[in-house]
């Protein structure tokens, strides 16, 4: 079961603790009008970012890129670190904070748009389109002439057996999203990478990111100042309409939006 | 490249830390006679222990099990702990070092014997035998009801594959070996492990022995403790004569020995 995360404002209300015209981030799913108890919402404050950051960067993608890169890869000042899936909500924010972090970020995308965002916008170091990129290999060696050292994976399938044969000794490698995997009728077989993990005595670790749940005030927090500096952007890509939504999922799993798409159901 | 572990008695010596008859470990390889300048030799006590043991139970595959195991794995009591090449010389101890901590062992070997040998003499709770199993899967289900939280894995390839399914949330994987890989042209495609370790939030790391050598005495004081207590026991198997030991090493590559294959150059 997923349940797409919403802002939503208040307009009617029956506990105290909820004013009409207050805005909250929830998980009620797609619809115009949902009831809540108030358990598990958050108040946003809409004066201090846009209340759509709540589904974004100060959000569960932002959270995903804070704690999922951070805390899995432990990314050393000086090191390589390639983000497939880069032009996404999170991949997007992980190579900024591998910047940050003073390290190398080289993204894989899905086309050239996304690729000169990535470089001319964003600040990566190198980008490429896997779409119209024969040698994904070649590709990496050639990006990443050191290496890698952190790999934040949003993508499996051939674009990660190709970063496998390109990791350093004691990789760190962060599992995040399969998206390639998630609509086929059974796995595909593929590269095994154990062999690769041996060889490097390099680690590979899945996430969820209910994991960090305890610790998303400092990573709300350490984000908002990034963006208050100016060291993080972000994009939305806002489509109007419920009678969009469906288009706007299939248009993410088909790799479609460039940073965080959202659906806006109706005016603020 | 990689060098037997030997060990050897000093025939002559003009190093006066050196006396002739003196038991020594060492990387000499494959020959009867060799000069050595003293380093990187271990001393052996063989008051204390066969000195065979130094390249097994005390040696490098007994710290492989010792850390690759407890290091990475990180059991728990009550836990289930699947080792494949589990009657081999690391295989062994890592089932018997899980029981010492609690936990359910359950072993992947190449044949009946070994399987017995596993359940009968060295503690584990199950094992089966690859070669005469059809559904690894459904093997494994059987044999670990609880799901699988470690998996110490010397074998790599389809043995590997059928344990990602019956992994637990939070599971660890030690990657040992990929013997089953080690003498193909080509790697053979398989199951991508990825979405499991994302969906179970699982951790799988390769590892090289050389990482814990500062840590050899913690390891080989503890071995050498559980064996006295008659809570650890190992096998060797023993070939006799140099021309036999091209033969003994395909052997191993094979599976055809159980517990730690030795080859016997001369009487002590």
Known sequence: LMVG???GKVAQSR????HVGDFFAG????QEYAVSDGKGLQKLDASLAPVSTALGVLGMPGMTAYFGFLDICQPKPGETVVVSGAAGAVGSLVGQIAKIKGCRAVGIAGSDDKVAWLTRELGFDGAFNYKTTEDYVAKLRN?????IDCYFDNVGGSVTDAVLPVLNVRARISICGQISQYNLARPEPGVRPFIYLLNKQSRAEGFIIS???????????????WIKQGKLKYREQIV???ENAPHAL??????ENTGKMLVKFAEA
């Open 240 to 242: 109007t309409g419920f």
């Open 27 to 30: 998980y009620w799913g797609w």
């Open 15 to 18: 506990n105290p603790a909820f």
């Open 250 to 255: 299939i248009g993410v799993l088909q790799g």
């Open 143 to 147: 990006l990443c002439p050191q290496g």
């Open 5 to 7: 995360g919403t802002v």
């Open 211 to 225: 994991q960090f749940m305890d610790r998303f005030p400092e990573g709300i927090a350490q984000m908002a100042e």
